[in-house]
Every structure is written in structure tokens, then in C-alpha cells.
């Protein structure tokens, strides 16, 4: 089975249509931002608009602070904010807001894509937990 994989990911319009089949097929929120202090976003999937309410085309060049709000717990995002300018890894929960203004458990996880040891974008998959 790997060689199979191989062959396809050493295609890039393969490798492409593989990571694009996956994106929009997730149960889970897939969320692509850039790799700019901003961190803009460049990418939600249909996951993300089902989770947020966002529309995935009015999201974009926005920022993922958008679904912070009151309850949104800063030592969290202080912990996503150090990972971010370390380069690491971040896992969390918080309470974010959908676009309603609704409250809800939001479970994530943000990496870095990196070229070589550059960081060129930041993925975050997200999932909704137990609604406040």
C-alpha cells in the first residue's frame, strides 16, 4: 500500500488532488493560514463553515480571531501564540463563538507546513466539543 501512496504523492497534481479530496471530505474543520505575523487565513473547509457558521469565502484574509469572543480563555491562546512564534506544535480547547454569536467547545490543533525549515503556512483542524 505504501508504494501505491508513493506514486501518487510524488506527483505533485496527484499529491494535490489527494490533499484536496481529504480536506473537503473531513468530518473535521480544516482552517489554512498564512504564514505572516497576521496569520491570515487562505483556507477553511466545508467542515469549517458546518462547525462556524463562516462562510468559507468571507473568512478568507480574516483572521481565526474572529471566533474568539468574552469567554475565549487568553491563557490558551497566550500558549497558541508562543507555539506560533517557536514554530511548534499547539493543541487546546477553548470557547469560541460561531458566527451567530453561539458559544462552543472548540478542540484544535495547529502545525506548521514547512518548506525545508521554512514555515510557509499554518493547518488547523478543529472539532466541536461538548456546547456550552
Do not use: C
Amino acid at each position: 500500500m505504501a508504494t501505491s501512496l508513493e506514486k501518487i504523492l510524488n506527483s505533485s497534481e496527484s499529491a494535490l488532488t489527494l490533499l484536496q479530496v481529504l480536506a473537503e471530505n473531513s468530518f473535521d474543520s480544516i482552517l489554512v493560514t498564512d504564514a505572516s505575523a497576521a496569520g491570515k487565513i487562505i483556507y477553511a473547509n466545508k467542515a469549517f463553515k458546518k462547525l462556524t457558521g463562516h462562510d468559507q469565502v468571507e473568512v478568507l484574509g480574516q483572521t481565526p480571531r474572529i471566533l474568539q469572543g468574552q469567554g475565549t480563555d487568553k491563557k490558551v491562546i497566550d500558549r497558541l501564540s508562543e507555539a506560533l512564534k517557536t514554530g511548534g506544535r499547539f493543541e487546546g480547547k477553548a470557547i469560541n463563538y460561531k458566527k451567530d454569536g453561539t458559544p462552543f467547545i472548540m478542540y484544535w490543533r495547529v502545525l506548521p507546513i514547512k518548506t525545508g525549515k521554512k514555515i510557509t503556512a499554518w493547518v488547523a483542524i478543529q472539532r466541536e466539543g461538548t456546547t456550552v
